[in-house]
Structure formats: structure tokens, C-alpha cells
């Protein structure tokens, strides 16, 4: 059946694209709003305005979703409809993703491929970029810690889990690996194939879905080489159709009323499920929008809306931090209804503010790329593309080291008995039993355990070895006698020079959060540190 729809969809149609020349410039849209340099009575000529109304929508979705999830984990606010805010993500992401599909189907084909993605890492990395240069400083200067700013991290390369400075980008891991990859498929000469390779694309997600096991199906940072196989996929798989669909007309308006109880439906299964169903029904409603009779900028909720797709981008960079720091500054006595109400706010302002500046950025940069020499794009991608593989290579080592350090430590910690995790005492009693017993010359110590919200809690500690200073350990947790977690090394401790007898001692602090109610009922957790060999120690204040 699929290879029967890729030949329907590989049959000459007439042409009617997504991407639509901007009318003063001839340039075309992208994930983020380039449709936008016109001035905003001309969108709508440009027959994108749905689409920008739409993009606007979904970053509001997405801010929707993290206010509540925000207002639950800082200010220990219910979340009443916990699933549907759930799925708001969900639905916001998958919408994002089906536009950069739909139109990155007509650029990949248009642009050569160098322009391509030139043009897409100008879209991407300058204003992500300038927002963390932003949000770093200014949480330096409140004295609030900001993390995630690794050089893996930066470079959105598929590098596995790690942490992200606005803890949002793993969007954008998605959609710069989208990008190399188009990119690739271009300078091999296959742009053209591109309807009969998303539906084999779609295929491989398909057996992917029902081969790969439950927990791997629907991760949010993948290692590069199950990237391609994740449910996040989809609706970017499915959007890279929709011009050929809607020329062929086989889209039309009518398919975004078949996208509503697809979105139902996802709360009504697992996530990794809901994932298809909700990327199927993004595509739908992007289908519907672009094919439908565009909306005309006349009156101010029409100008309302594409405003805000103009400043998706930014508010969907911004959001998470403002979310943070409105729960800093709101009193600790206001409902988690009015912090929420607050930073949505806040952030719907700054994006307004910021949206200009993003785009006369991408407008000037588009410019000097598109008068650039061959030659001098050909270096620059050149360094790019190696500082991409080189990242994704780093990154993907490291994930399989930890992976398989992990997995160690498990088992090392199952093979002891159940009992031995039911005090301090019968945990040190029956790992010196074993002989697992870490050398005396290791120094660690439990430093803390603090609620961090209402609902989390952060155990914090260290583990240094003078007598090996270059190994590593991992911080487990156990509540009640159950392992409620495992976590590696994330801070460097130069203040433990004391201690530790080294200035540089690397990675050797744990600031690992666990949730409150997993040791709801143990006031006192059993913590150790375990090394890649299965040795242990229980840690103590």
C-alpha cells in the first residue's frame, strides 16, 4: 500500500506549492517566519497567512502547556487537566514539525544545496544563540544558576540526553538533523525523490513503532542513529507530502475537521502512540490550512495572530526561561492561576518586543548568504558539517559509555539482596561482605537533601578519588528500599580543593532531583556511590 501511494504521489501534478515566493523579495518561508518580511498587509498574497496564524498558535500551545507544568513544579500549583496540558506540548510540537515538513519539501527542491542549509543554520543558530547569550547573563546577574552551556549542547548536534540551557532544544536537535539530512539527500541528487523517500521514511517509523521496545520509541533526546526511527518524527515525515498532496488535490480544507478526533484520541493512549496520532493530525490541519482560502490581515485579531507567528521563533525560545524567573519574582503568596497568568504574559511581551530584532537579523544574514560566493558557503558549511558530525560522534560515545556504566551499576546493585537497601548499616554490612567495598582513599560525602519544589527534591554530593582521579562514579538513590534513581557526575567542584587535594578534579558533584513522593514515606534515603566496576560506598553528612 505504501509503495502503491508513492507512485500515485510521484505522478507529475500541477504545480502548487507551500512555498510561495514573498512578493517583494522572492523569498520563501521556512519552520521559522521568513514569510514575515513582508510587511504584514502583503501575507496574505503570499498565500502563507494560515500557516503563519497556525505556527503562532502552536508556540502559544506550547507556552500553555509549560505554564502549567511550571506552576506545578515552583509553585506547587494542581494542574487540573494535567492529560490535556499534557497533550498540548504534544499537539504544539507536532504542528511545528509538520510546517517545517510541508515546507522544507519546497526549499530542498528550489534552493541548491548549499544555499539550503545555509539558509536554515542563519534561521536557527544566531537568535538561539543571542536568546541563551541573553538569558545567561541574566540569570548570572541574579545570582540564579544556568546551566546547558556545554559546547555539545550549544551545536544542537544528536548527541543523547544531556542538559540544555532553555530546555526546549531538543526541538531543535530535531530540526537541525532534519536539515543535515535533506541537505545530504540534495547534494546527492535526490531532492526530486523526495515524496517516494518520505513514505518509505514513514514506513521505517512505522516497523520502528511495533519493533523497537516501549522506552525507545518516543525519546526526546536520541542518540543520533535512533533519531530517524523516533515518533517525534512523523509529522515532519508526513508534512514533506503535503505539497505534492495539496497540488495533486488530494488535500483540502476538509481534512482539518479528520484532525480533531486524532487529537482527541491522544489522550486516550500511551505517549509514544499519541505521537503518531497527533503528528497524523498535524499534518491533517496543516494540509487544511495551507490548501484552504487564506486569511486576510483586516481587523485586529487577524494582525493579532500573525504578529505572533511572526515572533513564534522567540517566544518559543524564551518561554521556560520567563517561566523561571516570574516564579522568582511573583510573591510566594500568589495562586499558581495568577503565576501562570504572569509569565504567560511576560512572555507573550518579550516575544513581541524580541520578534522584530529576530527577523531583521535573518533578513540581513539571508542577504549576505544569498550574494556569498560558492566558494566561500562551501567553507563555511564544510566547518559546520564537521563540527556537527564531530559533536553528534562525541555525544553519541559518551551516551554509549554512560549507557553501558549504567547498566553495570544495575546489575552490580541488583545482585546484592533486597535487604541490604533497608539502612545505612545492612548496605555497608553486605557490600563489605561482597568484597565491593570502594578503597579508603576515595572522599565523598552526602551534602544535602533540600526540596527544590513541591513537589521535587535534590540530593547533593561528591565523589573524588585522589588515588584515581580521572574515574568517574554514579550517585544512587534508594527510598524504602528501592532504587528511585541513578545519576552521573555534572558539577565541577573547585571549592572542594581542600578536600579533594586538586584544583582540577573535574566532574565529581551530583545535584540529582528526585520526586518528593517516591520517599514520601523514608525521611532518611540510603545514597552511595558506585564506580564502573560495581564497587560501592554508602555516603554520610
Known sequence: MLARLARRLARPARTVSLVAAHPSTGLAPSIA?????????????????NIQILRGVAAAVVLVHHAAVYAQLLRGADRLFPTLDAMMGLWGVAVFFAISGSLMAGLVVRDRPLLFLAHRISRIFPTYLAVVALFAALFAALGLSFGGLAPLSLSLAPAGPRSYALNVEWTLVFETSFYVGLFLLASAGLARRIVPLAVLWLAV?????????????????????????MAACVPFAGGLLLPRLIASGRMTPVAGLLALPLFAACLFVERDAARWLGGIAAVLLVGAAASGRQ???????????????????VLYLIHVPVLVLTAWAVPAHWSGFAYGLTAVMAALGLAAMLGPFDLALYRALRRRIDAAAPATLKRGLTA???????????????TARNDGYERRARA???ALPAEAWSSPGAAKAAIEGRGLALPPSMQAALEGIEPASPVDTVVSAYAYDPARPKQTYLLAVYCSGRLIGLDRPRRWRKDLAAVTGSTRPGRIGFL??????????????LVLAIDPDGRMAVLGR
Open 295 to 313: 486569511a486576510r490581515s483586516e481587523g485586529a485579531v487577524t494582525r493579532a495572530a500573525l504578529a505572533l507567528g511572526d515572533a513564534s521563533y
Open 384 to 398: 559546520y558539517l564537521l563540527i556537527f558530525a564531530g559533536c553528534a560522534a562525541w555525544g553519541n560515545a559518551e
Open 33 to 49: 517566519p521568513e514569510a514575515v518580511s513582508a510587511p504584514a498587509g502583503r501575507r496574505a498574497t503570499a498565500g502563507l497567512a
Open 512 to 525: 540529582m532531583q528526585i520526586p518528593t513522593a517516591a520517599c514520601a514515606a523514608d525521611p532518611a534515603p
Open 412 to 414: 552490580a546493585l541488583a
Open 205 to 229: 517509523l512505522a516497523a520502528a513503532f511495533l519493533l523497537l521496545p516501549a522506552a525507545s520509541r518516543d525519546l526526546v533526546l536520541p542518540p543520533a542513529y535512533l533519531l530517524p526511527l
